[in-house]
């Protein structure tokens, strides 16, 4: 069964530290992971999409990396606006290419001053 | 570029009633999927809409039931509301034969007393 755990469930962090989430997963054959980023009450905002192990995306302070068991979301020197949760989701291959996403639970993420 | 657009935003219901919500997805993409995200969860899978007809479902009752018109827009239907389906009902677009990136809207939050 595909499946996605991420780790921690949450992290608080002071301005500037940086640090790394986490996000394992189980799938049979993977198209793609997808990373994106939910403030309170809003529909999540895709982040990264990443394909193959050893590929890598930036976008400000965030960068994504991927190997065959598990993504790495690492943020750099986190500002208090980027507090949110963030969402790590897996599409399977599965013939079609309108393959359904399985989501984590999410990582909630606190950056104070 | 409109966005994915969805109605209403909140909505509150008693148990035993029906409610459709309503999703307009990004101008150019065909695809329509509904998520349904608990408090603390992850959005969970309910089904995926293309070329007018259901081509996925997740593990959701009978009870979900969707459509999806001509021009793309989607509806999802939730009828005999119980107490467990409060949440945030979240529609996806995405361009069917494309990367595979979901792109999502504000959600509807439905209250069930």
């Known amino acids: 069964e595909d499946q996605v755990t991420q780790s921690p469930e949450a992290l608080r962090l002071q301005e500037g530290e940086s640090s790394s989430l986490n996000c394992s997963y189980t799938?049979?054959?993977?198209?793609?992971l997808f990373w994106y980023r939910q403030d309170p009450g809003k529909g999540p905002e895709f982040l990264f999409t990443l394909y193959s192990a050893g590929e890598e995306k930036e976008k400000e302070r965030l960068k994504a990396t991927l190997t065959k068991k598990e993504s790495f979301l690492h943020i750099t020197a986190p500002k208090p606006e980027d507090s949110a949760t963030y969402l790590c989701a897996v599409q399977a291959v599965r013939g079609s290419t309108l393959g359904r996403l399985y989501f984590g639970r999410g990582t909630q993420l606190t950056v104070w001053p | 570029d409109a966005g994915v657009t969805q109605s209403p935003t909140h909505l509150i219901k008693t148990r035993g009633q029906q409610v459709t919500l309503r999703c307009s997805p990004k101008?150019?993409?065909?695809?329509v999927s509904w998520y349904q995200q608990a408090l603390g969860q992850g959005p969970q899978f309910i089904f995926q809409?293309?070329?007018?007809?259901?081509?996925q479902r997740g593990n959701f009752p009978d009870r979900f039931s969707g459509h999806q018109f001509p021009n793309y827009s989607s509806e999802l239907n939730v009828n005999a509301l119980l107490l467990g389906d409060s949440a945030l009902y979240l529609c996806a677009s995405s361009l069917a034969g494309g990367a595979g990136e979901l792109f999502f809207g504000e959600g509807s939050r439905l209250t069930v007393l």
């Open positions: 101008s150019g993409h065909d695809t």
């Open positions: 799938v049979s054959g993977l198209r793609g």
């Open positions: 809409y293309y070329e007018e007809e259901e081509r």
